[in-house]
């Protein structure tokens, strides 16, 4: 079974530029999780989508950054523009939905990693 | 709202011999999860092993065990005969049963190494 997939793995932006990142989940996950880790920090929940709807995203700078995932399968996660303490780990995650016991666990994609020059 | 607490920054083992993570958390429900999960320098996150709070047996998978310590809110993670392959961040977390939102709240992290 594929894991989550996310790409690019590196991006290096100067502040007040645009950037994007995509996650792919696995197959048939239908939660999917965005998270940001700061350098020696843990992750942080920026949004979760249940299919296509948003669950929470009370943590998401809403001025800067956006998300969505369109058809409830891949999505993207949007800074615009940037700023230095964006500087971060990029973490997405996907599971199965609630009440789905053990199997709700969820998996991580390897991140991207970006650097706010 | 809920927190998780690792005040241990790094930790040090020996090969072979066995290490205690330590981990507490603050809640106010009485049903939740809770986790490890070990970042190797890939980033790669990946689930050590979970605890269903309203189970009073401590949670095992082969070398991994925790302790815990609902009333002490205390999760501790126990890797006996520790290998070179488990030098990573290991992160404790906390996941709430009520409602929908199925976010994990994490602490900071403890860096373990492991020397050969």
């Known amino acids: 079974e594929a894991g989550v997939a996310q790409s690019p793995r590196y991006k290096i932006i100067e502040k007040r530029q645009s950037v994007a990142f995509w996650c792919n989940p696995i197959s048939g996950h239908a939660t999917l999780y965005w998270y940001q880790q700061i350098l020696g920090q843990g992750p942080k929940l920026l949004i979760q989508?249940?299919?296509?709807?948003?669950?929470?995203d009370s943590q998401l700078p809403k001025d800067r950054f956006s998300a969505e995932r369109l058809k409830g399968v891949d999505s993207t996660l949007k800074i615009q523009p940037a700023k230095l303490e964006d500087s971060a780990v990029y973490l997405c995650a996907s599971s199965l939905p609630r009440g789905a016991g053990k199997t709700d666990t969820q998996y991580f994609g390897p991140g991207t990693r970006l650097t706010v020059l | 709202a809920q927190t998780v607490t690792q005040s241990q920054p790094e930790m040090s083992v020996q090969e072979a011999e066995t290490v205690t993570l330590s981990c507490t958390y603050d809640?106010?429900?009485?049903?939740?999860?809770l986790f490890w999960y070990k970042q190797p320098p890939s980033r790669q996150m990946i689930l050590v092993i979970r605890q269903e709070a309203y189970k009073q047996q401590n949670a095992t998978e082969n070398r991994f065990s925790v302790n815990f310590q609902k009333a002490a809110k205390s999760f501790s993670l126990k890797i006996s005969d520790s290998q070179l392959g488990d030098a990573a961040m290991y992160f404790c977390?906390?996941?709430?049963?009520?409602?929908?939102?199925?976010?994990?709240?994490f602490g900071k992290g403890i860096t373990l190494s492991v020397r050969p």
């Open positions: 989508f249940q299919n296509n709807g948003v669950v929470d």
């Open positions: 809640t106010s429900e009485s049903d939740y999860y």
């Open positions: 977390a906390y996941r709430s049963v009520a409602g929908a939102n199925s976010k994990l709240t």
